[in-house]
């Protein structure tokens, strides 16, 4: 039979039909083409995430080693804790260099302070007794004396000791002045005050000078009267301070025809080491002599028993 003749039409479609089948193969080959690529893609993506995975766990070990590093130096530098304070420390020096042995910083970082106030004060600090205008006026004032080495101690110990077990000991000084350090700050701890009501008149040799002497005398509760004018009459709670230099001037003549009693210095000095006032034994004599040094000279110059001489032996001459 004849052939059908095609219209253009459905000519146009078979070979649109035709070119979709041939794009379509393309397209499958591309892609089995291309599968592989992605699979080589994959491949390197995940290696790359294995090494970065790697890298990040190095990192954050090194970081964690880092930091345990870092908290173990800092818990070696730790800031020290603050120091505790105990109370009022003014601390009143004498006999010692304070700058040289850093006392000030130490005195400082623990709360105290150093002072030459000597009625502002509440411990007494030195190597040793001593008769300086410092230490007689503190010692009655303070409420402890105490050696240098108790604010070193305290310093390193970050907190204030217990200053019975730094008390200032000087065995020597005790025995020569015949007191204890510790019975004197007992008194001075239970109040009293050993001038207390007492008026103070001193001669013009009297060692140390009238201001020291005022300080001694006005922190032992006295009342240091004026060099001059000197008074014209004296109450019977004046104590008169005279030296063997002054006891034949005419005012120390006048005083005694008047019926007082004329004291050595020694009555102040020692009195305040020993908190004790003892008029009876540091009496002047019309010669200048204390009561207490005329007894220590007749124990130095008591006789010694004499001795039998025994009879010489005449030695023989030779003819």
Partial sequence: PPKASMDKGE?????????????????NEDGEENEPEKDENKDQANSLGESQKKKQKTTDATRRTRSKAVSKHTAKRTPTPKLKKKGPHRFLVTGINAESLKIVSKVEALGGELTSDVFNCTHLMSDTVRRTTKFLSGLSRCQHAVHYKYVLESFKKKTWLDE??????DTEKEKKF???????????RSGEKILEGKKIFQTSSVKPNHE???????????????KRPAPKTFDEDTLIISCPEDTKKPQVKKLRNEGFVIYSNELLLTGVLRQKLETDQFILDGEGASAASAKSTAKRKRPSPARKASPRRRRKTRK
């Fill in 11 to 27: 000519a146009h479609s078979l070979r649109g039909e035709k070119a979709d089948e041939k794009d379509g193969a393309d397209a």
């Fill in 164 to 169: 019975d077990d730094y008390m200032l000991k």
């Fill in 212 to 226: 020291d002497m005022k300080s001694i005398v006005e922190c032992a509760g006295g009342e240091m009267l004026p």
């Fill in 178 to 188: 015949n007191f204890s350090l510790a019975e004197s700050l007992r008194r001075v």
